[in-house]
């Protein structure tokens, strides 16, 4: 079986579309369509619904999916354990929480040093979204939270810890102070995540122990859609430390202890334990190994 059916496959799985499914794997149309039919023809079963266009999948393309996303990651693996005896090649696709983006950076930063001829592909997901990529090969490693949801079947790397902060715009009556309890946070108007983020998650749990209860006037998937409405929009937001180097002192926008929040979220590096480890994946790894030490 060739590897580029497979590969065919599981990019019209994804992309939900032939064309682009098609730009996807750098094929036509036609040669993209004619090799999901070989693979049909090859295992005896219908894979795909169509109707001129894709429809979805049958039970039997479902069921095969995530075999061959294991098969192709496994064939991506032996061509960079070849590799890898000289230098390390190829592309490591990297999962990251929005909260975890400003640390990308000097992630890459060491990634580059350590390994100048590796491409990387970051994808800005949910925990549960980075969780599900590792373990159906989508991903090869992810910067995400590692105390709220503990992943079997991975490696946990922690990397830094972050804490929460009430995000103030220059008008707010709470502009000025040093720090402030939770109940005082949610008096005025607030933009948070929405409830799909961990992050979120964690949040409501420590306003569920106090007691305190917040009714976001906006949500949002990211923390720079919501500084930017803390700092033109009016609102405040409850945010973590994270993007404190990335706000300009121009936008008046402050960051204020929340004195009753004093814990800290643990942030990482996830991979999942293979034996053996791809070298993708080891050498993320390696690089969160260093700058743990650092």
Known sequence: MQFRFLEYFIALAEERHFARAAARCHVTQPTLSAGIANLET???KRLVQRDRR???LTAEGEAILSHARRLVAGHDEMRLAVDAAGSLRGEMRLGCI?????????FMGALASAFPDLRVAIRQLTSDHIVRGLAGFELDAGLTYLDAEPAGGMIATPLYSERYCLAVHPGSLLAAADEVTLA???????????QGMQNRRILDAHLARLKVQATPVATADSYIALLSIVARG????????????FIAPATGVRLIPISDLPESNRVGLLV?????MPPVARAALTVAHG???A
């Open 272 to 276: 999942g334990a293979l034996e053996p």
């Open 234 to 245: 009016g609102l405040n937001s409850i945010v973590t430390d994270s993007h404190a180097d």
């Open 98 to 106: 929005p909260a975890a983006m400003p640390y990308v950076g000097r």
């Open 54 to 56: 894709f429809v979805g």
């Open 42 to 44: 090859r295992l005896g």
């Open 184 to 194: 005082q946070a949610v008096r005025e108007p607030l933009c948070l995540l929405h």
């Open 291 to 293: 700058l743990t030490i």
